[in-house]
């Protein structure tokens, strides 16, 4: 296995601690064979200021976890939040950088209108934040949840379609740019490739990245197929079988910076009856992830790119 630093990865712990914590969570990374995490924001309740931070790194350091332990804080469209959040990530090594939910996903922490993400990107540029703005790119108007039934699983990818994340990432792309934004814009678990190559051609003129999950590159709807189905329901959903098979091909040519898990633990109950939550448990899916990934044509330089050097050098904060 080789080293692994994951940017991905919802801790739970706090009012959630029922479905994992951070010491479960830092337990399977290691087993895992993963050396650093950056645990999301969209926690009960959310980590958006300097409070919330110091009382999450506190339940880090008393379990013991906190070597390779590090956090984001959420991004709202309040400017004194905003402000305080580019303090932190300037100021606590630990703050690996800011993440904004452009789209409902679990949580109440996105920012959906357009002119509620334009004020962000305007205020953050304003403050000069040059540090790594992670994106959860989903837009809300392009849904289209009348489609989904929870008899179907595999209808998520119709409810949450590929063109509500393109379009996604080409606002997020151009908010940035108009605003003169001179932050590091990572967009996070990427699964259509028409948003890679968005992105792609974006790198000529900004700082940006993106990363797959392994449920994105090693799943898709096929595995949705049946009440079971549910167990795979995510944000953004999975996608059909030669989108998925694009993904991997794109990850090996370098059109993918990274791997990131997006590991989401909810309770069995949660997931197959309502709320049908949205999120799954991929931390542990890296050990068949390498094997996945070398039969398609992977050298380990490039396993070691995707999963260690390519997240240190955009996540520069982690020292493990």
């Not at 950056?38 to 110091?54: F, K, Q």
């Not at 939040?81 to 303090?87: D, G, N, R, S, T």
């Not at 050097?309 to 493990?320: A, G, H, Q, S, Y």
């Amino acid at each position: 296995m080789p080293r692994i630093a994951d940017p991905h990865v919802h801790c739970r712990d706090g009012i959630q601690a029922y479905k994992a914590t951070i010491e479960s969570t830092t337990e399977l990374a290691r087993r895992s064979g993963v050396v650093a995490i950056i645990d999301m924001p969209n926690t009960d309740p959310p980590i958006i200021d300097a409070a919330r931070v110091a009382e999450r790194l506190k339940l880090a350091e008393d379990s013991g976890s906190i070597n390779g332990y590090y956090l984001y804080v959420g991004a709202t469209a309040d400017k004194a939040q905003l402000a305080e959040a580019v303090w932190l990530v300037e100021t606590n090594q630990k703050v690996a950088g800011m993440k904004l939910y452009a789209g409902k996903s679990v949580g109440d922490l996105e920012v959906s209108e357009p002119d509620a993400q334009k004020m962000v990107y305007e205020t953050l540029a304003r403050l000069r934040y040059r540090g790594v703005l992670v994106v959860h790119c989903e837009k809300e108007s392009l849904f289209r949840m009348e489609l989904w039934d929870p008899k179907t699983p595999m209808t998520w990818n119709l409810a949450r379609p590929p063109e509500a994340e393109v379009e996604s990432v080409k606002d997020q792309i151009r908010m940035a740019r108009d605003s003169g934004l001179e932050a590091h814009i990572h967009i996070a678990h990427i699964s259509v490739p028409q948003s890679v190559m968005v992105v792609d051609k974006a790198r000529s003129a900004m700082r940006i990245s993106c990363g797959a999950t392994p449920h994105h590159l090693m799943l898709s709807t096929a595995d949705m197929q049946g009440p079971a189905g549910l167990m795979h329901k995510v944000n953004p959903p999975l996608r059909s079988p030669a989108e998925s098979d694009e993904l991997v091909r794109l990850l090996r040519e370098g059109k993918i910076d990274m791997v990131e898990s997006d590991h989401a633990p909810h309770t069995q109950e949660e997931k197959m009856r309502e709320p049908y939550m949205s999120g799954i448990p991929s931390l542990q899916l890296y050990p068949a992830l390498m094997p996945y990934l070398s039969k398609r044509g992977f050298t380990d330089k490039r396993i070691e790119e995707i999963t260690y050097n390519n997240v240190k050098r955009v996540f520069d904060k982690i020292v493990e």
